[in-house]
């Protein structure tokens, strides 16, 4: 069963890296590249902070650029605002739920009177490059979870909540923050195919106007040469 899911797994992620590839390629073409970008250094600590860096930021952060950025470049600007606000309440909507539970086991840390915190020595130091705000929004999103293992992390170890308690609550907002980030991609596949189709269709409009401009020339200079 485990070998099942395993490759159903590569097969997804083999169609999604095909997908981003194309995006990427879009975005790097001179017309609809941004020059603009941050740089910024992100610890995790949490193997499951990390395994969703690892499986979702740079896909994520691509399609987003292309569902909020590429579309208003191409005049698709409704389109643009329609997405940046489908993303950026989605995000916002799990980070204001994770801190329930963040805020949850602030109090109990601070009930038993717990100086100090769970730490590990598999943390890493990511250097990152943000394109886009909701970008930064989901970087935040997942630091956010890094956290909240790590207070569940340190409860258990106190003996104050099961194994089972940390593990079934950070298991749920992994679930969760795949199930966003699906959702973000697809944004991006139609953003990038709508794009695309303008990019073709404003091309074909210039090439039209250029036949007919060298049309109108040709008219003109036939009827100097027959006077």
Known sequence: MSEDLEAFDSKREQKQNAEMEKVKQFLTEEEVKSEYYMELTVKLQSAQAKRIFRRTFDHIQTQMTAATLLTRKFGLRELSDENVAKITESIKQLSTEMNRDMEQANHLIDDVGLKITAITDDSVDLNIKITCPEGMAFMNLIRQLDNLTMKLKTLW???????????????????????????????????????????????????????????????????????
């Open 157 to 227: 170890m106190a003996g104050e909540i099961a194994l089972a308690h940390s593990e079934d609550r950070v298991h749920a907002w992994q679930v969760r923050i795949f199930k966003t980030a699906d959702a973000i991609r697809a944004l991006g596949q139609q953003a990038y195919i709508a794009a695309d189709k303008k990019k073709d269709s404003d091309q074909k409009k210039a090439e039209a106007k250029r036949a007919a401009y060298k049309q109108r020339q040709n008219n003109s200079t036939k009827k100097a040469a027959a006077v």
